[in-house]
């Protein structure tokens, strides 16, 4: 398996997936496409949808996130139901809970339940730590510009990191950027509303986040 952060290659500055290093990424991990000899990978949805996951970043984990594999809870099936139209007007969902209630997949399934041959959103999965990482001046620049502009932002793991002044000018410009240009983001945090908001500076930035997200809040045994 290649270095994971590779994959983020395929996307252009813009968002966009670049199709020659899409080919060359499926070359190179030498994954079967179950595709008709001489076949092409955009010649069949199924093997278009994962390489559009593979260039989205969703952990190999994730992949085969299905309706069947989680039930998560009403908040955010609610939002599942007009997912595609929240995306286009820049409504994103945050996932609260505990580690084992399934915010990864469901986030995971939320992103692929929008995905068709017709219509690819520009989207990104990142972690918070990784996102972090990326911002340091030996670090990866074009995924931070990425989680700027993709019209969709999948951040996992939210809250995890130490807020320095580094971490909150970052988040801060992150934030500014995609409600201006009203992009969606998707985030998973095991912390809760109550934790988040005793710590002051956190709170600032949750808010920042969340001003244009539903809220769903899962539960032990409801996954």
């Known amino acids: 398996m290649p270095d994971p952060m590779a994959v983020g290659d395929v996307l252009r500055e813009d968002g966009a997936v670049d199709g020659e290093a899409l080919r060359d990424l499926w070359l190179q991990r030498g994954e079967a496409l179950d595709l008709a000899e001489g076949g092409d990978p955009e010649e069949t949805p199924e093997a278009a949808l994962r390489v559009w996951c593979a260039a989205t970043r969703i952990p190999p984990r994730y992949m085969r996130a299905e309706a069947g594999m989680l039930n998560p809870c009403q908040e955010y099936h609610r939002y599942l139901a007009g997912a595609e139209r929240n995306w286009r007007e ?16 469901a986030m995971a399934h939320l992103l692929k339940h929008c995905w068709t041959p017709e219509a690819q959103p520009t989207a990104l999965w990142v972690s918070e730590a990784d996102l972090v990482e990326a911002a340091k001046p030996d670090g990866r620049q074009d995924l931070v510009q990425k989680a700027k502009t993709v019209q969709v932002l999948a951040m ?12 909150v000018e970052l988040f801060d410009g992150i934030a500014e950027r995609r409600h201006k240009n009203n992009l969606c983001l998707l985030m998973t945090t095991n912390l809760t509303p109550i934790h988040i908001e005793e710590n002051p500076i956190l709170a600032r930035i949750w808010r920042r986040w969340s001003q244009d997200c539903a809220k769903a809040i899962m539960r032990k045994g409801v996954h």
Do not use: A, H
């Open 90 to 105: 820049g409504l994103g969902l945050m996932m609260f809970g505990p580690t084992g209630t399934g915010k990864s997949m």
């Open 156 to 167: 996992d793991d939210f809250g995890v990191s130490r807020l320095t002044d580094f971490v």
